[in-house]
């Protein structure tokens, strides 16, 4: 850190600590005090098609939940996959009620008169006695990939080189649309879940000598304030139990995988974006420092040294 930035006054009032934390252990505590004891309750509102300028069709499904008023989403790569709250019977359901809220199978088109029965293809949901999914070849259970992405507008929207989201988020898009199958549950956790407002001000931090790590704490935040359970409620819900979940944190498997394991990691597959790859590697200084503390503070699993061009 530099002097000038050892000399500027806190943010808050509050005492500063002597020494920064050490950061794994920082981590740990989070991790465990991030996973709630029950997990939350997640309902899908609406499912919907998404054609998409790079080629695959998506699912676009939103939630709601019982701990926080915020739309948290799916991303889901094949019609095939399909959530239990979305599908299961309500009382007085009409067949328009369910392909308005997006609960068929098949394709809709102008004219079609039921949501269960896909006219073109023949298939058939089918429902027990009490309306709940009945779980048959129609709908996929077996392992899927899985991403766990926390909303980033600067990253996402604004084209911001301080960080990969958006980098990151392309590249899962694209193995999910080569596989055929996937789900990215879309997390409205900005900011490692501080908000736009205090990660802004964390980015002034930053371009005065911190890195991310230190310009959380420096706002008396966690350097990772993100919980996943949300995350491990909607996978269930999805029936994507068994799941590659693609991530360079190792906190992810265990947060995602919930306290009872509700979720079973069976493989992790590491991300390493397109322009990664690249021999030329990227060409910005900001993301070369945030990786580096992902990788030196974090934990993160990106080997080291990644081959970044910036100089
Ligand atoms: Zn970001």
Request: charged letters at 30%; proline letters at 5%.
């Given at each position: ?52 300028t790079q ?96 909303e ?43 908000g ?40 269930m ?36 974006p ?23 503070k ?14």
């Amino acid at each position: 850190m530099s002097d000038l930035f050892k000399s500027m006054p806190l943010i808050s009032p509050v005492l500063a600590p002597a020494s920064f934390p050490r950061l794994d252990d920082l981590e740990k505590d989070e991790i465990s005090s991030n996973l709630l004891e029950e997990l939350p309750k997640v309902e899908c509102i609406a499912r919907a098609r998404i054609p998409t300028t790079q080629g695959p069709e998506i699912f676009l499904h939103l939630y709601s939940n019982n701990v926080d008023n915020k739309e948290h989403l799916a991303i889901v790569f094949g019609e095939d996959i399909r959530s239990r709250t979305l599908y299961k019977q309500r009382p007085d359901d009409t067949q328009d009620d369910r392909m308005t809220r997006g609960a068929y199978i098949g394709k809709l088109f102008p004219g079609r008169k039921s949501a269960d029965l896909d006219p073109k293809s023949g298939k058939e949901l089918k429902f027990s006695s009490n309306g709940e999914l009945i779980l048959d070849e129609n709908t996929h259970t077996s392992p899927t990939i899985v991403r766990i992405h926390s909303e980033c507008y600067t990253g996402e929207t604004a084209w911001s080189a301080r960080c990969d989201c958006g980098e990151q988020f392309d590249e899962a898009g694209r193995l999910m649309g080569l596989d055929g199958h996937g789900c990215i549950v879309y997390l409205r956790q900005e900011g490692r879940g501080i908000g736009l407002g205090e990660k802004l001000k964390a980015y002034n931090l930053q371009d005065l000598g911190a890195d991310t790590v230190q310009a959380n704490l420096l706002l008396r935040h966690p350097a990772d304030k993100r919980s996943f359970s949300l995350a491990t409620s909607i996978l269930m819900d999805l029936n994507l139990v068994e799941v590659k979940l693609l991530t360079n944190n190792p906190d992810k498997i265990v947060a995602v995988e919930g306290k009872n394991k509700e979720i079973k990691v069976l493989e992790r597959v590491a991300m390493v974006p397109l322009a990664w790859q690249d021999k030329e590697g990227i060409e910005s200084k900001e993301v070369e420092g945030y990786l580096r503390t992902k990788i030196e503070k974090m934990g993160h699993l990106l080997q080291k040294p990644i081959n970044i061009g910036a100089k």
